[in-house]
């Protein structure tokens, strides 16, 4: 498989805090991959140097084997490289079908096919029967949802996705993994997936790549993660499992 994804000696400081240090990271296309880390880890510092939003002091970002480091924000997103931020960014007093057309306003979909594109993200993302609601009625997962639908409508290749599920119930968190392992595996879509839910980590079964004080600690499968004594040390506390 080519890899999508590669960062090699990825480094960012704040004044004297070292939140990643020399971070190589690689993700095949089609792929997701969890990122876990205690608080302060490193794990939004990580993908804000991966969507543009912040500049590494050093290293360098391949995507699809270009090198992307300079690249800004507004140009990582036209080569499919998304975004969802910790807190949600959709507007509340516009329809669900509004705040998407407003994203695929964004893209080059002719006109003609606007209306198509709208509906089928809605479908996917399951809010079809919730298309003429305003957003400020929609349930929390809803909303997650909607903002996934966002970055699907403007045609992202890689999604970046901090904390999917914060806030979720259970039905919606287990709801949110089926959506996620459905969209990578029939839309050759691949994800960064930075959570703290770990029964949600569990259900992607997906790799994960463990954190720790801006560091790589340990990458591996789930099983491999939650059995790591360091890992549980840091992460996931004593006894847990
Ligand atoms: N803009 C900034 N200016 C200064 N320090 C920052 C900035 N952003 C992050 N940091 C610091 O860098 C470190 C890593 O932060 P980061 O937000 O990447 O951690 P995180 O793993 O996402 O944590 P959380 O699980 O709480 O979201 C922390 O010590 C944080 O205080
Ligand atoms: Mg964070």
């Known amino acids: 498989m080519s890899s999508l994804l590669r960062t090699e000696g990825l480094t960012k400081r704040f004044a004297g805090l070292i939140a990643n240090e020399a971070i190589n990271f690689e993700l095949d296309t089609s792929s997701i991959r969890c990122v876990i880390g205690p608080n302060g880890a490193g794990?939004?510092?990580?993908?804000?140097?991966?969507?543009?939003?912040?500049?590494?002091?050093?290293?360098?970002?391949?995507?699809?084997?270009?090198?992307?480091?300079?690249?800004?924000?507004?140009k990582r997103a036209r080569i499919g490289i998304a975004r969802k931020f910790q807190t949600p960014t959709v507007f509340d007093e516009l329809?669900?079908?509004?705040n998407i057309?407003?994203?695929?306003?964004?893209?080059?979909?002719?006109?003609?096919?606007?209306?198509?594109?709208?509906?089928?993200v809605l479908e996917l993302v399951h809010l079809t029967n919730e298309s003429d609601k305003p957003v400020k009625f929609l349930s929390h997962g809803q909303r997650q949802w909607l903002e996934i639908g966002l970055l699907l409508a403007v045609k992202a290749e890689l999604l970046l996705l901090d904390e999917p599920t914060a806030g979720m119930t259970v039905e919606e968190t287990e709801s949110t993994a089926r959506l996620i392992k459905n969209l990578t595996q029939e839309f050759q879509l691949s994800m960064i997936i930075i959570e703290h839910?770990?029964?949600?980590?569990r259900d992607l079964n997906a790799p994960v790549t463990v954190l720790h004080l801006g560091r790589v600690l340990m990458e591996g499968?789930?099983?491999q993660v939650s059995a790591n004594e360091k890992v549980r040390e840091i992460y996931l506390g004593h006894g847990n499992s």
């Open 101 to 120: 057309e407003l994203a695929v306003l964004g893209t080059d979909c002719p006109y003609n096919d606007r209306n198509k594109n709208i509906n089928e």
């Open 43 to 74: 794990k939004t510092t990580f993908i804000s140097m991966i969507s543009g939003h912040l500049q590494p002091n050093e290293g360098r970002i391949y995507y699809k084997d270009q090198d992307i480091t300079k690249l800004n924000v507004v």
């Open 95 to 98: 329809t669900v079908y509004d």
């Open 197 to 201: 839910d770990i029964n949600f980590i």
């Open 221 to 223: 499968s789930f099983e």
